[in-house]
């Protein structure tokens, strides 16, 4: 069943967050087996948590004990500034999941003085502190306080500096200490020359890389007897109960695969895993659980631990299985050179679903599209999987509702007409065509390295699959399978766009700073070019009124053929493995910022007062057994507070040390 109570998107905000909630409606139209799947998948994804917050940073289990016992128990005044500081950035630790933040990977500066931490440190109960044997309080602030509030150490997540050592400029627990990029990078490429070049394994994908005491190199593998063995057997644990309801006998061999994989960390037992995962489609209810995406190493080979649980929603899925249909057609049709196309698009499935959880890498902050898996040769021969998460672009779309930032930086009333007749819809194929066909188009020549664009590759391979969705918007045959309504409907997504990538999403940027993740680089780099290459023919061009900065488009039609020129060079760039090439057109479009426009962004935002990030509180999931001690219902709640929420998943579900041996 699920419970009855008032439901609003929108919840608490503070610092550049706003918190949203999420509905799972159709649910309670599950069959009592298959909500029991979503619970023991659910506690599955919960299960993990630690690792991420380990992945992150080698302090961040310590850290966050040590800030929730202040939290929890600091008897001093809760008024000060001090403390209503400290509530801050322990709610943005939550979020991401670590001291650094989510999407810029900057380290937080703390809003509290270091004198309040020592203080309140030596006021809460010693018991409730993560110390170590022999550790007192005192000696634990002097361990963590450098971390916290030195802003010269661990000042990064994720370095992407070109010409820096990215492993020892960032704070990323993927590798150990006194290694260097050189050194990883040649680890690894041996690996490789040992191995098979027509169906390589995920290098490195599971692995802690240190140096021993005799100074080799060696690898600290994730798995159940291993590196995160008392979380990853708890996975397996439900991931058991999983198998034991799955819908069908090929689920549960999915399922059986991936436990094997835990067991021995073995990265060809994860290929046949990943293979069973893509062919097994006839379920009603899904999941992704393990180490899945490399955005959060530095040098793209190590995954972050994520998972989800969900359950499939049959009428929206009806347009993406329109497009894996004809995935061929739109293969065929793209305008890359024809040596980097398929020749048979094999196994690409696509569908709208409902997230019943959200774990790991993908919680609070979650993507709203998904395609797996990573390996190339895999989605080769065996194809892939697509997912749009609809209820969670369903809150996202219903919390901007008349929230004024598109009143603020559209460029006139035609414009934002045209963005309330069609973006939303416009919004959700864009994703759909990102990841049912444009993750899984083109190829790489035979003996190119899938790692051979290196810090670049994240970058490039979003803005490859952006690329392939909207020079594909426009097109007819979507008029013709009924997924756009007319000729006009794709100007929304391409202003949408534009706007996004030239300016809008410069929000996101503290003043100064560079643009560091993946997905915004590629924003800026398709934009920034297709501006610059259309400068001559007004395609698209920069505007002020009243000392406001608009983005206006000229000519839609010739845009579209700019955004399939940048497609057809960044395939070629992917399929050869270019680095030169990736490397000049990242550092030229996808990272600096005019600070004069960043300035004026800023402002223009703040008078808002809206938050640029948004995440999610988890429904909460209440098993109602029988008399044999069964599952013979699951009840659905979503009261449950933020703080609440991060409370007792860190009591609930805290399952590794917290402080690294």
């Keep these: 069943m699920q419970t009855e109570e008032k439901f609003a998107y929108q919840d608490e905000q503070f610092a550049d967050i706003q918190m949203l ?20 998948l659910s506690e599955a994804a919960l299960s993990g948590r630690d690792i991420l917050w380990d992945q992150n940073g080698k302090y961040n289990l310590s850290i966050r004990r040590t800030l929730e016992t202040i939290y929890t128990d600091y008897p001093g005044d809760r008024d000060t500034d001090d403390f209503k500081a400290f509530v801050v950035y322990q709610k943005r630790v939550w979020f991401s999941n670590g001291i650094h933040h989510h999407y810029g990977c900057g380290k937080f500066k703390p809003g509290f003085s270091e004198a309040f931490f020592r203080q309140a440190l030596e006021q809460v109960p010693p018991e409730k502190l993560p110390l170590a044997e022999g550790q007192t309080a005192r000696e634990l602030c002097e361990m963590l306080a450098p971390v916290i509030f030195d802003p010269s150490v661990m000042p990064k997540r994720v370095n992407q500096a070109d010409g820096e050592d990215l492993i020892r400029t960032s704070a990323c627990h993927y590798y150990g200490e006194g290694l260097t990029q050189a050194e990883a990078e040649a680890f690894y490429a041996c690996q490789k020359a040992q191995g098979d070049p027509r169906r390589p394994v995920m290098y490195g994908m ?13 690898e600290k593998t994730w798995k159940a007897d291993g590196m995160y063995g008392p979380a990853i057997r708890r996975i397996v644990y439900w991931l058991e109960k999983a198998a034991a309801v799955a819908e069908t006998p090929q689920q549960a061999a999915v399922l059986r695969k991936l436990i094997e994989f835990y067991h021995t960390g073995d990265l060809h037992t994860f290929d046949e895993y990943t293979i069973l995962w893509v062919q097994e489609t006839g379920s009603i209810v899904d999941f992704t659980n393990g180490f899945t995406e490399t955005y959060g190493d530095p040098l793209g080979l190590k995954a972050s631990w994520e998972g989800y649980a969900n359950f499939k929603d049959a009428e929206a899925t009806a347009r993406t299985e329109k497009l894996s249909a004809n995935a061929q057609w739109f293969e065929d049709h793209s305008p890359v050179d024809g040596r980097f196309k398929k020749t048979v698009c094999k196994g690409v499935s696509a569908k709208v679903i409902k997230a019943a959880i959200l774990g790991g890498d993908l919680y609070p902050a979650s993507a709203i599209g998904i395609n797996l898996p990573n390996s190339n040769w895999v989605r080769a021969e065996y194809g892939s999987k697509s997912v749009t998460i609809g209820n969670l672009t369903d809150a996202y779309n219903k919390a901007a509702r008349g929230n004024g930032f598109q009143k603020e ?7 934002q007409e045209l963005l309330d007749r069609y973006q939303d819809e416009c919004d959700d194929l864009h994703t759909d065509l990102h990841e049912c066909l444009g993750h899984g188009s083109g190829r790489l020549l035979p003996g190119v390295d899938p790692d051979a664009l290196k810090a670049y590759g994240a970058t490039i391979e979003e803005a490859r699959a952006d690329l392939f969705g909207l020079y594909y918007l426009p097109d007819p045959k979507l008029t013709e399978l009924g997924l756009t309504p007319d000729g006009e409907a794709y100007k929304a997504e391409y202003y949408g766009y534009m706007m996004n990538g030239l300016l809008t999403q410069l929000v996101r940027i503290e003043p100064g700073k560079d643009i560091e993740e993946a997905h915004m680089r590629n924003r800026a780099l398709i934009a920034r070019w297709a501006f610059e290459q259309g400068k001559a023919d007004r395609v698209a061009e920069m505007t002020v009124h009243d000392g406001k900065t608009y983005v206006r488009i000229n000519d839609y039609g010739k845009l579209r053929g700019l955004f399939g020129q940048l497609l057809r060079e960044i395939q070629r760039i992917k399929s050869e493995g270019d680095y030169e090439a990736a490397r000049n057109l990242v550092e030229r479009y996808a990272i600096k910022i005019d600070p004069a426009l960043h300035s004026e962004v800023l402002a223009r935002y703040r008078a808002l007062h809206l938050s640029p990030y948004k995440g999610f509180i988890n429904p909460v999931y209440t098993p109602v057994y029988d008399a044999q001690g069964r599952i013979e219902d699951v009840e659905v709640s979503y009261g449950e507070a933020y703080d609440a929420q991060m409370l007792r998943y860190s009591r609930d579900y805290a399952t590794l040390p917290y402080q690294n041996e």
């Excluded at 599971?206 to 060696?218: A, I, P, W």
């Design 206 to 218: 599971n692995s802690l890389l240190v140096k021993n005491q005799d100074g080799r190199l060696e």
């Design 409 to 415: 930086f559209v460029v006139d009333e035609a414009t």
């Design 21 to 40: 909630r999420y509905r799972v409606d159709g649910f309670e139209c599950l069959t009592p087996a298959r909500k029991a799947l979503v619970y023991y």
